[in-house]
């Protein structure tokens, strides 16, 4: 099986189906960082239509103060007050102080995704098939197409607040090793030539390291930085994700390759998750303006090196929110 999903990484995979499909753009989960079944609460944001920076700053401040400010009064030992507090309690039943407090610190808010992710499955059927025809000439398993939905919701001309540009997400660094980018001419905006790339990179990667969860995590995280913490973990992905503590590996690189297992369960079900999307047509792509481009829908983000991710720099990122 060339995309293992092993029993650990379930609940960051469940986590991730529920954030593409259940939770709307006005819903933020606060979620404990490295235990996506630790989930404090889901809260709504009345209104309609895509919430603006002021709430979910706002969302993101109420949600990291209430539970941390909890975590932290149950560390001390003191008595739960209310249903919030004992809720939170009975997740932690048994676990010493200590483990309270680390967890106050560990909050992590994530905005809903289901109309984004709606909208990338109908966009997507534009490009498949050019891009699955590029991925199946360059002797890669076509399921990988997927990741450019994790990347960018197959949005053409996408760009992140670090640089990274077009449905793949290239950054002007990486990208000048695989396509021509200059003043006047960037291939980051061709869709082919992009994906052309992103398949060069991914064989690449894979024949780097070796299998697919690591070499699908080194196009987040970079290939050097990747095969750092592998050798590290005795090559064992599982054991990396949960215990590597290198620079900037934090919840964007070890959520990276549960975000696609997640996406492609809900490509392969798309009726199943939004009944009646089998029946609508593909989304054509606008035209791209030369001097504006679309924000990612995704979160920023800065992948394909060891730098600091952007899903990392970008706390506050269009999607993750915190």
């Known amino acids: 099986m060339p995309f293992p999903r092993p029993e650990s990484l379930e609940p960051n995979v469940q986590f991730w189906v529920d954030i593409f499909t259940s939770y709307s753009e006005r819903d933020f989960v606060a979620v404990d960082r490295d235990d996506p079944n630790k989930i404090y609460q889901v809260f709504h944001v009345p209104g309609s239509g895509t919430p603006t920076r002021e709430e979910i700053d706002w969302t993101n401040a109420y ?125 980051r905006l061709n869709p082919v030539l992009e994906t052309q790339a992103a398949a060069r990179l991914l064989r690449a990667n894979y024949e780097t390291l070796g299998d697919w969860p690591l070499a699908i995590t080194a196009y987040n995280y970079g290939t050097a930085g990747t095969a750092r913490a592998a050798s590290v973990c005795g090559n064992d992905y599982c054991k990396m994700v949960k215990t590597y503590n290198g620079p900037h590996f934090g919840f964007a690189v070890k959520n990276y390759y549960a975000e696609f297992l997640a996406a492609l369960q809900v490509h392969e079900y798309e009726d199943k998750y939004f009944p009646g999307i089998q029946y609508e047509s593909a989304i054509a792509p606008a035209p791209l303006k030369s001097a504006q ?25 269009h999607a993750s929110r915190a």
């Open 63 to 187: 949600l990291k103060d209430k539970y941390s400010t909890i975590l932290e009064k149950l560390a001390a030992h003191q008595e739960p007050m209310g249903s919030d507090e004992r809720r939170v309690a009975e997740m932690f039943e048994g676990r010493p102080g200590w483990i309270l407090a680390d967890a106050a610190q560990n909050i992590r808010v994530q905005e809903g995704l289901r109309e984004k992710f709606r909208e990338g499955l109908l966009r997507s059927r534009y490009w498949r098939p050019t891009m699955e025809k590029i991925f199946r000439a360059a002797g890669l398993p076509v399921e990988l197409v997927t990741l450019a939905h994790v990347e960018s919701g197959f949005q053409r001309g996408a760009r992140s607040s670090c640089g990274a540009l077009g449905i793949w997400q290239f950054t002007r660094e990486t990208g000048r090793h695989y396509m021509k980018i200059s003043r006047k001419r960037d291939d």
């Open 293 to 317: 481009t679309a924000s990612s829908h995704r979160r920023s983000r800065s992948h394909h090196s060891s730098k600091k991710s952007s899903r990392e720099a970008s706390a506050a990122g």
